[in-house]
């Protein structure tokens, strides 16, 4: 049952992660692809065994995560991708693949509270995917593509979405909680990052503006999925 783990320093942050994910009802192997971080992370990724790939420099969100999934759906039928500032509870990955899709995610909440209740019945799934957690097999995979490396941190997983549909693709999200500490990467990271990753998502946005001629989430946006 492997995992797919996105890292740009943050470390705390990332082990908080990992053990959540040891805390599986399922047996996970993880595997990470650093962001060129600075603080350790890579030491103590490849010291746990964890290192899938290391940038030297943040190759961003759409790269590690093209890099990783052909690799590991190369030998996989799926792959669980959590951002690295999640938590999640313990029957998470179990029911997510309970609901046999192509692709699905959990959906996001601020309240620790609801990942550390009892396990929850499958209920009905929805559209709007949570990229932040998501679990995508290889016949998705292979039908969707890779995700567009145009837009480096922002506005992949809109891009994906609206590609996914246009291909008959469903891309749902299911009653599965997850707590997600939001923009982590940006509010932790030292002013000068700030500023690149800023200047980065204005970019990501006009790629994505100059393919849809329209803004992610915006009305003409929910138009395309009619």
Same mark, same amino acid.
């Given at each position: 049952?492997?995992? /797919?783990?996105?890292?740009?320093? !943050?470390?705390?942050?990332?082990?908080?992660?990992?053990?959540? /994910?040891?805390?599986?009802? *399922?047996?996970?192997?993880?595997?990470?692809?650093?962001?060129?971080? @600075?603080?350790?992370?890579?030491?103590?990724?490849?010291?746990?065994?964890?290192?899938?790939?290391?940038?030297?420099?943040?190759?961003?969100?759409?790269?590690?995560?093209?890099?990783?999934?052909? *690799?590991? /759906?190369?030998?996989?039928?799926?792959?669980?991708?959590?951002?690295?500032?999640? $938590? /999640?509870? +313990? &029957?998470?990955?179990?029911?997510?693949?309970?609901?046999?899709?192509?692709?699905?995610?959990? $959906?996001?909440?601020?309240?620790?509270?609801?990942?550390?209740? +009892? @396990?929850? +019945?499958?209920?009905?799934?929805?559209?709007?995917?949570?990229?932040?957690?998501?679990?995508?097999?290889?016949?998705? &995979?292979?039908?969707?593509?890779?995700?567009?490396?145009?837009?480096?941190?922002?506005?992949?997983?809109?891009?994906?979405? $609206?590609?996914?549909?246009?291909?008959?693709?469903?891309?749902?999200?299911? !009653?599965?909680?997850?707590?997600?500490?939001?923009?982590?990467?940006?509010?932790?990271?030292? +002013?000068?990052?700030?500023?690149? *990753?800023?200047?980065?998502?204005?970019?990501?946005?006009?790629?994505?503006?100059? *393919?849809?001629? !329209?803004?992610? &989430?915006?009305?003409?946006?929910? @138009?395309?999925?009619?």
């Amino acid at each position: 049952n492997p995992v /797919l783990l996105l890292t740009h320093n !943050c470390l705390p942050l990332t082990q908080r992660t990992v053990a959540s /994910l040891l805390d599986q009802t *399922i047996p996970v192997s993880i595997h990470i692809i650093d962001n060129g971080s @600075k603080d350790g992370t890579v030491e103590w990724a490849e010291r746990m065994g964890y290192l899938l790939n290391a940038f030297h420099d943040n190759a961003g969100v759409s790269k590690g995560w093209n890099l990783g999934l052909s *690799i590991l /759906l190369r030998r996989a039928e799926y792959v669980l991708v959590p951002n690295n500032d999640v $938590v /999640l509870a +313990p &029957w998470t990955y179990e029911l997510l693949l309970s609901y046999n899709l192509p692709f699905v995610t959990g $959906v996001t909440t601020n309240q620790m509270s609801e990942v550390m209740q +009892p @396990k929850i +019945p499958l209920l009905p799934t929805e559209d709007h995917p949570d990229f932040s957690l998501f679990l995508i097999r290889r016949s998705a &995979w292979e039908a969707i593509g890779s995700f567009d490396e145009r837009m480096k941190h922002y506005c992949t997983d809109c891009e994906y979405h $609206v590609r996914a549909h246009r291909l008959g693709v469903p891309l749902k999200k299911a !009653c599965v909680p997850f707590f997600h500490e939001r923009s982590a990467t940006l509010r932790l990271a030292a +002013p000068e990052d700030q500023d690149t *990753i800023s200047r980065q998502a204005e970019t990501d946005r006009a790629v994505f503006r100059s *393919i849809y001629k !329209c803004s992610p &989430w915006s009305e003409e946006y929910e @138009k395309l999925f009619i």
